[in-house]
């Protein structure tokens, strides 16, 4: 079945540092790839998505390649900031259905 | 900005006691799912919810689980007799059938069962 792998967190960084969060999948066909974040206390917001290889996907300075043959979708940052600590969530879904699969996701403690 | 909301934020129940939890999706979305989150476990998909019927279900979803969309407002997700193991953070989710795959989630229901 589909699965997705993340690094195990916490990650603590010094702001401004450069961030990577591993993510591996496995899955049949061409799914679509997907970083969620999870700010306390809130839910999951889309952060960026990919849905064919070689695309990379970006949004407030995070970016994500899906590398369809190391079936990576890492996460990166070039110079994170405090207000990015949060909980981030690689996920997928299969091609044609919506039903997403999630890692396990890797929180993320940036220090001033 | 248009948001999901989920009430309670916060749920206490006995074994074998029936509960309701209660999500206000986007209103223009069409697709509404479930997902639960055991404590230091992954999300996990349950169901998804579209034209007034399920649309996709997990191994999760079995026959204690049922969702239903009561009004034009409302998604809800029932389980009818809890036990222990459903103690999970439960998330609402909608989407616009227009954008696909993008899900939008709600704060969640933690959902104790003593």
């Known amino acids: 079945g589909n699965s997705v792998t993340q690094m195990e967190g916490p990650v603590t960084l010094s702001e401004e540092a450069f961030l990577t969060i591993n993510c591996t999948y496995t899955?049949?066909?061409?799914?679509?790839l997907f970083w969620y974040v999870q700010y306390p206390g809130e839910g999951l917001q889309l952060l960026l998505k990919?849905?064919?290889?070689?695309d990379k996907g970006s949004n407030k300075g995070f970016e994500a390649t899906y590398r369809k043959e190391t079936t990576s979708f890492h996460l990166e940052k070039g110079s994170v900031q405090v207000s990015d600590s949060a909980v981030y969530f690689c996920?997928?879904?299969?091609?044609?259905?919506?039903?997403?699969?999630f890692g396990s996701g890797t929180r993320l403690q940036v220090q001033p | 900005e248009p948001e999901v909301t989920q009430t309670p934020s916060h749920q206490v129940t006995q074994m074998g006691q029936e509960v309701i939890l209660r999500c206000v999706p986007i209103?223009?979305?069409?697709?509404f799912y479930w997902y639960r989150q055991i404590l230091g476990q992954k999300v996990e998909f349950l169901v998804s919810?579209?034209?007034?019927?399920?649309?996709?279900k997990s191994e999760i979803f079995d026959d204690q689980f049922s969702v239903e969309r009561p009004d034009g407002s409302n998604f809800t997700l029932k389980i009818r007799s809890t036990k222990l193991e459903d103690s999970a953070m439960y998330f609402c989710?909608?989407?616009?059938?227009?954008?696909?795959?993008?899900?939008?989630f709600g704060p969640g229901t933690r959902l104790t069962v003593t």
């Open positions: 989710a909608s989407s616009d059938e227009q954008v696909s795959y993008e899900q939008y």
């Open positions: 899955a049949t066909g061409y799914p679509s």
């Open positions: 990919a849905t064919k290889a070689d």
């Open positions: 996920a997928l879904s299969k091609t044609g259905r919506r039903a997403l699969t």
């Open positions: 209103s223009n979305h069409l697709y």
């Open positions: 919810f579209y034209n007034n019927e399920i649309s996709e």
